[in-house]
Structures are given as C-alpha cells and as structure tokens.
C-alpha cells in the first residue's frame, strides 16, 4: 500500500519592510530555527549607497521583527550562523566617512536574557581598511567564509595591489588575525576558494592565470602538510584532483 500524501500547509506571506525590495532577501536558517533575513533597502540619499537590513522570525511564523539596518555600506556580504543564537556578519564597506573608513568589517548578533530572545548585534569592527576598497565593484568583490568549531576564516579580495587576503579569528569572530595574502610573488591569483576537510582541516584553493593550462595550488590555513596529489595537469574546473600544492 502506498503512503498517505499529507497536504502542504499553506505558504506564509509576510512583509520583512512597507517599503519595496528589488532583491531577493537572502535568508539562513540556524540551529534553533530561527530564520534570519538579509537584504538591501532603498538608496540613502545622503550616503548614495543601499543600505543592509536585517529581520528575523521562528520557523513556522508568519511574524518577522522589524527591518534594521546592519551595515550603511555593503558592497557584499557574507551571514553565518556561529553558535547558540549568535550570528556573524562579514561585508565589504565601500563609503567613507569622517568616522568610518572603506573596508572589511564583521559584526556579531548575540541574544540572551535581556534581549528576550532576539539577535542583538553588537558594534561592527575593521579586519582590514583601505580607501581603495571604494574602487571596488560588485562584480570583481567577493567574500567567502568557512566556519570550524568557533574558528572563522575569511577570504577577499583587496583593489590596491589587486590580491586576494584572508583573515581568521578563534573566538567566533571577537578577534581577528591580520590578513595575510594568498599565493607567490608573481602568480595571478583566480578562482580562489575555501573549503572544509570531513577531518575540520580548512584549505584555501586558488589558481594561478599566469601560467598556462589549469594550474591549481591548495594550502593547509593552520599550516599543516597536505599530501601530494601528483603533477598532472587537468583542464577540469573541478578542485581535484590539483596540478600543484603550496
């Protein structure tokens, strides 16, 4: 006999700001059900820039918490869920003002007794500043992450010298590592990429355009020696197996 089908409850329509969204909000779910939306607000006509909002609800409801801005400036961004009802936000600023410079910020969102239940976030903080990041576009600008346990890892790219950084941090994003750049002297770094091992063990990829065929480097983030994976050149855009290792 065949299993009952059950029926689907009814979509839940619900209104994240009264003013219109021209993007689709991008939503992630973390470990209590709760359900975070991020998406960009109408143009601020002092700052010229579209500002990041943010809402939250439980899962099952049809009520979502006020829109507030998070970031006045966030060319891209990156959301995570870090924890027991905290979330981190990492994004590329690219207005500058007397208080604030361009750069790479991350914020966390935190709650407990005295916020009833909802994510709170805390003041943003530079990992990284430059007034070149105001140089910037949205297609060239990217900001990956990867999360171990409380380690966070975060990977960019910066205008001035046009490289590719990243930066990590061991307590869910409090502090962070100065970044450091990617590759050798020379090489052109493109389609860089973090990944996670099953063993928790993060490695940055990347490839190297200058050189001809499909040369790709992989490196251990906590210094650890990864094993060869041989020499053969692959025109394949998958990872693996790798041309070279770093």
């Not at 619900?14 to 992630?28: A, D, E, Q, Y």
């Not at 410079?101 to 709170?120: D, E, I, K, M, Q």
Request: charge should be negative; aromatic fraction near 8%; hydrophobic fraction near 40%.
């Amino acid at each position: 006999s065949s299993s009952p089908i059950q029926a689907l409850r009814p979509a839940a329509r619900f209104s994240l700001t009264p003013s219109k969204i021209s993007v689709m909000p991008v939503m992630t779910m973390d470990q209590n059900n709760l359900i975070h939306g991020f998406w960009y607000g109408e143009k601020d006509a002092r700052t010229n820039e579209s500002p990041l909002l943010y809402s939250q609800t439980s899962f099952g409801e049809q009520v979502w918490t006020m829109g507030e801005v998070v970031a006045e400036s966030a060319l891209v961004f990156n959301a995570m869920s870090i924890g027991d009802r905290e979330m981190l936000l990492a994004y590329i600023r690219t207005l500058k003002t007397e208080a604030v410079p361009p750069g790479v910020f991350s914020r966390r969102a935190v709650s407990g007794p005295t916020t009833g239940g909802v994510l709170a976030w805390q003041r943003a903080g530079a990992i990284d500043s430059s007034i070149y990041y105001r140089i910037l576009s949205s297609e060239e600008a990217f900001i990956q992450s990867v999360i171990v346990e409380s380690a966070v890892f975060l990977l960019w790219r910066e205008p001035r010298l046009d490289q590719v950084l990243y930066a990590s941090s061991v307590d869910h994003g409090l502090t962070w590592n100065p970044p450091v750049s990617i590759g050798e002297p020379g090489m052109q770094i493109d389609q860089p990429l973090l990944a996670t091992l099953p063993t928790g063990e993060v490695l940055r990829i990347w490839q190297d355009a200058s050189q001809s065929g499909c040369m790709l480097y992989q490196q251990s983030l906590d210094g650890r020696p990864i094993e060869p994976a041989g020499a053969a050149q692959t025109p394949t855009a998958q990872p693996a197996p790798f041309s070279a290792n770093a």
